[in-house]
């Protein structure tokens, strides 16, 4: 059997934050001669269209199947598929059930198609998948879309009762059996309320899977990568940055999923006319949101600095900038209200700094372009991840965030603390990030550094072997299966 000879499916949650690296990781696998099939609903097919055409054009063989949403068995507005429309609780407690829904339309998928697939890779968020494919008797493999640093944190927090002992959300604790000395609180490393549960579904959906894929490499990871992959008794690649498969590839950078709000092109000829690295790059990603007294505070902030920036707000948060704001800044302030061509600003040279929620994906996309970040975490990983930048890699600087935006009044209970981040707190971390002294030099030092080594990783290093090690894996299963099942003629099993 060749690698020319499998067909892997993809089953993504549908979040841009976890469709794109599911879209890089389907390119990188067809790159090394397999077909792939993505499943999406209709809602982010169409959004991922103009990059699946060029990935068509590139000769890559990634073929997309449509699946419908079942969004109206819950309550969901037609349309509502992506975890970017969830706005409050409500919805997103919907969002994740129509989610569970899935799994009967993507087993009649799969039973449909006239031969058996041989290899599933699914999102880490929906256990239900093990069921799937246990049915189907076909190898599963995951797509947790954090880092490995995350992953071996909470996965010891859970398993070593750390979070049964702990007496309430912000009682501080050392992450056990853990390579650095990392002291968090319940809060901070749940970074929602409701995420013990959905962690928990994690490590089950892992500890049954054939093997798990991470955006990450070495150079970044590799003791909490090692050290994973020994605490789940599972095989273990190391892909990323995914975001560097094949980024000559026409429309590779601008095209990634939604519709840019304002041209890459335009974009990127504001910041030619700007000096190198001297732009701070505003994006809190797709889901995160300030309030808007929040919000108000960025902006001061962000003019007090007297920096060139690029912001990137959410309609939601449009509120929390005054009338005048863009007339006062205009010399040297670009406002995107919507979705931003983010690897393409990332890779612009006038580009110094960016200011990130630690998404890990936007974290990746900016270590792999040399750029120092200013943190400002969230929810749910984006604390862990703020860790790893800033104390274990060197190449960040915190704003200065406490508590999750799910935590907010909760610190002492009456008092309404919507405001974490002051504008003054805001200007001094903008000018250390952009600073241009010994310190700031160090930092962009490093970061360049690991720049290079994580280059080197995707350019015909590591990354590379480690796909070839997962395709003659994904071979050794299916021929193992073949030898047990009754499936000479490929048909699959009725359940
Ligand atoms: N992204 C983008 N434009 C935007 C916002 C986000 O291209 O305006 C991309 C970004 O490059 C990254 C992904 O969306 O690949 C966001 O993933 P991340 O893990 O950083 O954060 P999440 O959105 O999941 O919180």
Sequence with gaps: MAPADLH?????????????????????????????????????????????????????AVDVAEIPFPGNAVGLPEGFESLDM?????????????????????????????????????????????GVTRRLGVPRLILPVTSAFHLLATHNLITHGTYDRAADDFEPFEVPDFPVRVVVNRAASLGLPHMEKHQRE?????????????????????VFVERYAEAISRKVWAVGPLCLFNTAAAGTMADRENRAAMDAERIVSWLDARPPASVLYVNFGSMARLFPLQVAELAAGLEASRRPF???????ETAGIDAEFEARVKDRGQIICGWAPQMT????????????????????????????????????????????????????????????????GLVKPGQLLEVQVGRDHVERAVA??????PAGAARRARVKEHADKVRATAEGGSRDTNVENMIGHVIELVCKSKKKMDDADGKIPVA
């Design 432 to 437: 250390e990030v952009m600073d241009e002294g």
């Design 202 to 222: 994690m490590i089950e959906a892992v500890a049954t899977a054939d093997g798990v894929f991470i955006n990450t490499c070495t150079d970044l990871e590799g």
């Design 8 to 60: 892997f499916v993809m089953m993504p949650l549908m979040a841009q934050g976890h469709v794109l690296p599911m879209v890089d990781l389907a390119r990188l696998i067809a790159g090394h001669g397999a077909r792939v099939t993505l499943v999406l609903t209709p809602v982010n097919a169409a959004r991922n269209r103009t990059v699946l055409e060029n990935v068509a054009r590139a000769g890559l």
């Design 345 to 408: 600003i990332l890779s612009h040279p006038s580009v110094g700094g960016f200011l990130t929620h630690c998404g890990w994906n936007s974290v990746v996309e900016a270590v792999s372009h040399g750029l120092p970040l200013l943190t400002w975490p969230h929810f749910h990983d984006q604390f862990l991840i703020e860790t790893l930048v800033v104390d274990v890699l060197g190449v960040g600087v915190r704003v200065g965030v406490k508590v999750p935006t799910t935590h907010i």
């Design 310 to 316: 690029i912001w990137v707000v959410k309609e939601t």
């Design 86 to 130: 969830v706005t409050d609780i409500s919805l997103g407690i919907r969002f994740y059930q129509a989610w569970d829904l899935l799994a009967e339309p993507l087993e009649a998928y799969l039973r449909s198609l006239p031969r058996r697939p041989d290899c599933l890779v699914a999102d880490a968020c929906g256990s239900w998948t093990a």
